[in-house]
């Protein structure tokens, strides 16, 4: 056995789907407990929300790890059928969604994480099988493939305030940030995650500023469902302020954060899709860190 062959075996037996499955269960709670956030559940308080805590959280994300465990099964031994596929993770993912309102008595924790995390774990599973370079583009736009066939079995109209925000506002969504390859994870979240770690900053502030990088940018189906479109871009003009007064633990930047925290709490609003693509942004991350190019070819 030559050296890259045996690199690219112990490559693939460190992505079994049970490993990757760790890592988005891992991203998840590493997201919860990222502290402060503004509107969002943390190690402090519950937000903006009534029905959610970090305990609830971490319990919904832990539940969970079966399904992320499935879905990148799905993704290892996919046949090359990309259709079969998305059929698969469909009802995969229905039932994740199921399991999670069981466990939290109907509270929903993590419905736009399964569906986002759900895609990426399967696309980078199917390329990990066949030896592909796990660069978090490449991961991103195998799960746009899947994301963009339609998933046969769901129902044309779930009446979940995300969807009605999408088609209230005309924005694209969970759904649309998959279908375009996550852009405010691979062009957002990673970039500044990294900007902030070579400059430094410690490993929470590098995260928290990624958050606000999305923040700033992101059409957020959960502030939009909650506050509207003014809600919205105040909520974009706060985020981006504090990135540009030295991010979230500067002076200037902490301040800033703190009139932000205010102001979405006045509002009762949450960047919770935000939030899911932080956890994705660590996900991909991670990913790349462990099994990027450094680590291996196709």
Known sequence: MTTMTLQISQRQTSLRPAALARLVVQALLDEVTLTPKPGLVDLRSRGAHTDLNWALMCDSA??????????ADAGWHASGDDDSLRQQ???????GEALM???????????GAIWALGMLVTAA??????????????????????????????????GNKGELACRQYQVGGARGQAMAAFPHVVDVGL??????????????????NALLAIIAQLDDTCVLSRGGRAALLDMQAGAAQVLDAGGATSKEGSAALLALEAQ????????GGAADLLAATLF???????????????
């Open 101 to 111: 309102m069981a466990a939290t008595g109907g509270v929903n924790t993590h419905r």
């Open 62 to 71: 832990c539940v969970l790890q079966p399904v992320f465990a499935a879905l």
């Open 284 to 298: 991909l991350d991670q990913i790349d860190n462990t099994y990027g190019v450094q680590h291996g070819t196709a």
């Open 125 to 158: 599973a199917q390329l990990g099988a066949r030896g592909g370079q796990l660069t978090p583009a490449a991961v991103a736009e195998r799960a746009a493939a899947l994301a963009r066939l339609p998933d046969r079995g769901a129902p044309p109209d779930t």
């Open 89 to 95: 993770i469909g009802r995969l993912g229905r039932h």
């Open 264 to 271: 979405v709490l006045e509002r009762r609003v949450s960047p």
């Open 191 to 208: 970039p500044c995650l990294r900007t902030s770690r070579a400059r430094g900053d410690t490993e929470t502030t590098a995260r928290l």
